[in-house]
């Protein structure tokens, strides 16, 4: 069986600050891995996906993520952080063809 | 861009009460899904549709639960007989495809809040 751990439950940061938001996984075969955002009132929106080729991988508005198969992570990370980034983030593995299984979420307080 | 749209966002029912919570996936989607996030808990996969049948579900997804496509466009979650653990937020999404391609991407809707009284 396929899982993920989500290991801060809510995560405050000043503005401009660097942030990390963990995620480990377990798997007994390959996986693909997922970071999801959600923003106050709306649905889950990917941030960034990791399917094969390089390890390293970016969204459009600067988040990374880095697959580690030694240490089964996949830990989301960005130098600088907006008000803008206050949201809820959740990990996420593709368990078989069809779905998702999901993190318990990290929630990201950016403050002034 | 298109989105996946879901109605109504919020819906409160008696317990026993029969719900239908709808969802309007991308017009060019094949596979259709439907999670739950119970209040502070994790986004739980129900099930996954393709070609008008379930494709695969999880063990929370019993009789009580059902989907259907009635039409081109629409994709329901019917609960039949609702109990107080099914307050949740419901979540409906759609891919292309499957498997972890570039294109099995799945975009979610916004949501619909349940509660049961």
């Known amino acids: 069986a396929q899982s993920v751990t989500q290991l801060d439950s809510q995560v405050p940061v000043f503005e401009e600050a660097p942030v990390e938001l963990r995620c480990n996984y377990s798997?007994?075969?390959?996986?693909?891995l997922f970071w999801y955002v959600q923003y106050p009132n709306q649905g889950l929106q990917l941030l960034l996906k990791?399917?094969?080729?390089?390890?390293l991988v970016e969204s459009i508005n600067g988040f990374e993520a880095e697959f580690n198969k030694s240490q089964t992570s996949f830990h989301l990370r960005k130098p600088s952080v907006h008000i803008s980034d206050t949201a809820e983030y959740f990990c996420?593995?593709?368990?078989?063809?069809?779905?998702?299984?999901f993190g318990a979420g990290t929630r990201l307080a950016v403050h002034p | 861009e298109p989105e996946v749209t879901q109605t109504p966002s919020h819906q409160v029912t008696q317990m026993g009460q029969e719900v239908i919570l709808r969802c309007v996936p991308i017009s060019n989607h094949l596979y259709f899904y439907w999670y739950r996030q119970i209040l502070g808990q994790k986004v739980e996969f129900l099930v996954s549709f393709y070609n008008n049948e379930i494709s695969e579900k999880s063990e929370i997804f019993d009789d009580q639960f059902s989907v259907e496509r009635p039409d081109g466009s629409n994709f329901t979650l019917k609960i039949r007989s609702t109990k107080l653990e099914d307050s949740a937020m419901y979540f409906c999404?759609?891919?292309?495809?499957?498997?972890?391609?570039?294109?099995?991407?799945?975009?979610f809707g916004p949501g619909t809040r349940l509660t049961v009284l």
């Open positions: 999404a759609s891919s292309v495809n499957r498997g972890g391609g570039s294109t099995d991407t799945q975009y």
């Open positions: 798997s007994s075969v390959s996986v693909y």
């Open positions: 996420a593995v593709s368990g078989g063809y069809n779905k998702l299984i």
């Open positions: 990791y399917l094969s080729g390089s390890t």
